[in-house]
Each structure stands twice: as C-alpha cells, then as structure tokens.
C-alpha cells in the first residue's frame, strides 16, 4: 500500500500533530468531527475514497470513524495508531 492510494487522518489534536505524524497525513482533531457536520477538509471527498484514521490509542480514530460512517462514507479503515500505520503503508 502507498500513502497515495489513502487519505490518511491524524484525529489527533494540532498539537500532537505538529509532534509526530504519518508522512502525508492531515490533521482534522476529533472536536472538527465533532459539530454535526462533515469537516471541512473531507467536503469535496468521494464517499468511496479510502480513508485510515488514527490517534494515539485507536479510541478517538474510531469514534471519527464511526461518524464519517453516518455523512455516508463506506470505505474507512481504523488505525489506530502512527505506528500502526506506517507499518500498514510500508507493507
């Protein structure tokens, strides 16, 4: 898999991004899944694109996830975590 084929979602607050991050991520926090509507930055997004979510434990990736979900997106794959992540991409 390379990075190229996925959009790849750090959930993660901005500070913790600025820290670490996969190569090629983006950065849309948890709270941006949180107003009721599709962030921003996924508006112009097919609903079929892959996605993989992350953050540090897997827990707010899920969440971002299951959200996504419900605006109608079908291909979303949980992460977890930068590691697990890398690992997935690399191989």
């Not at 790849?8 to 509507?37: C, K, L, W």
């Amino acid at each position: 898999m390379k990075t190229s084929d996925f959009l790849v979602i750090d959930t993660r607050e901005p500070f913790e991004y600025q820290m670490d991050h996969v190569d090629g991520a983006i950065n849309i926090s948890s709270s941006e899944f949180m107003t009721g509507s599709i962030p921003d930055k996924l508006k112009d997004v097919s609903k079929d694109q892959p996605i993989i979510l992350y953050c540090r434990s897997g827990q707010r990736s899920n969440t971002c996830g299951m959200l996504l979900s419900q605006y109608g997106f079908t291909n979303l794959t949980n992460g977890t975590n930068a590691q697990r992540v890398r690992h997935m991409l690399a191989g």
